[in-house]
């Protein structure tokens, strides 16, 4: 039995190791490509919820970064650092913090990203009152004086609860006890910022016969 082999020229030879070095060229240049796409698509991006708020807050962040990042570093603008991908922080102070991502890729490249301001956290009042006079006999009319202090917003709403199931808006109100007793006084206050709280000052009020 005998065997035949296809003659293969020395043209020919010569044209299919051309053909296989091109596809290798090419195949070589379509990784370094893809290699360099990747890179590039690195981008640092984040958001956060809330962005503003009454101290004390609590704001959740959201990695939005595209490009596989491996590592996350976080300035939190609160004196607060994470590595974690997807971080929360507590804003206790009133004020304007900026935010900083640092992200790295497998490759060791990295991108940043800073919002400058980006949270906005906004002081709740102090509340406190006066009344005069505290104690007298009924029916007794009582002046009471608003002694709140809204820090850097300014208080708009004022809510009354003048224990003897009324209640009153404005800043300063008066008010007539008709029975004798003692009366809890509650007040609350609301900023500009939606920030609110409220003092109760126990037997505030003593009305007499």
Not at 69 to 80: A, C, Q, S
Request: aromatic share 12%.
């Amino acid at each position: 039995m005998q065997f035949f082999y296809p003659l293969i020229h020395n043209s020919d030879m010569q044209k299919l190791t051309n053909a296989i070095l091109k596809q290798c060229t090419f195949l070589f240049i379509t990784l370094i490509a893809l290699n360099f796409s990747s890179k590039g698509q690195l981008s640092a991006n984040f958001s956060a919820t809330p962005t503003s708020g009454c101290s004390p807050q609590i704001v959740n962040f959201t990695d939005l970064s595209t490009g596989n990042p491996i590592e996350w570093r976080w300035d939190l603008g609160n004196g607060t650092t994470s590595f974690l991908q997807n971080p929360s922080a507590t804003y206790f102070t009133a004020g304007q913090y900026s935010i900083k991502l640092v992200i790295k890729d497998i490759n060791g490249s990295s991108d940043s990203i800073t919002r400058t301001q980006y949270i906005n956290i906004f002081a709740i009042p102090v509340v406190n009152f006066s009344a005069t006079p505290t104690s007298g006999c009924a029916p007794l009319t009582v002046q009471f004086t608003d002694q709140s202090n809204a820090g850097s917003s300014v208080i708009n709403e004022w809510l009354w609860d003048f224990g003897d199931g009324t209640t009153g808006t404005g800043q300063n109100p008066s008010h007539i006890y008709s029975a004798p007793g003692n009366y809890n006084v509650t007040l609350r206050t609301t900023t500009t910022s939606g920030c609110s709280k409220t003092l109760t000052k126990n037997n505030f009020i003593q009305a007499g016969n």
